[in-house]
């Protein structure tokens, strides 16, 4: 997924799609939103930067946000509620409610 303007992407419900991943790549400064598909699924806890890392962790619900062109991450669903995001996340995201 490659945004184009600011975008939201909802991902689908974690159980549902178990093993599935996503590469997501800011492609514009505008704000490009990930939501978990409801208040229940969770993005874990993961590091991002591409020089001194920061580590977001998100609470049940929450989205995560990146307004940095060319910043990227990969996420894939682990569990009945969970998103991982595989690796560091490239660029700088935030934790958005």
């Known amino acids: 997924i490659v945004s184009n303007s600011a975008d939201v992407v909802t991902l ?19 704000d490009l939103d990930i939501n978990p598909n409801d208040g229940t699924d969770t993005i874990l806890p993961f590091y ?35 998103w991982s995001v595989i690796g560091t996340a490239n660029g700088t995201w935030a934790d958005v409610n």
């Open 48 to 82: 991002f930067g591409d020089t001194i890392p920061g580590k977001l962790a998100p609470s049940a619900g929450d989205a995560v946000r990146c307004t940095d062109a060319g910043a990227s991450l990969v996420m894939e669903a682990i569990g009945n509620d969970s």
């Open 12 to 30: 689908p419900e974690a159980s549902t799609v178990l093993g599935c991943q996503y590469t997501i790549i800011c492609g514009t400064a505008d």
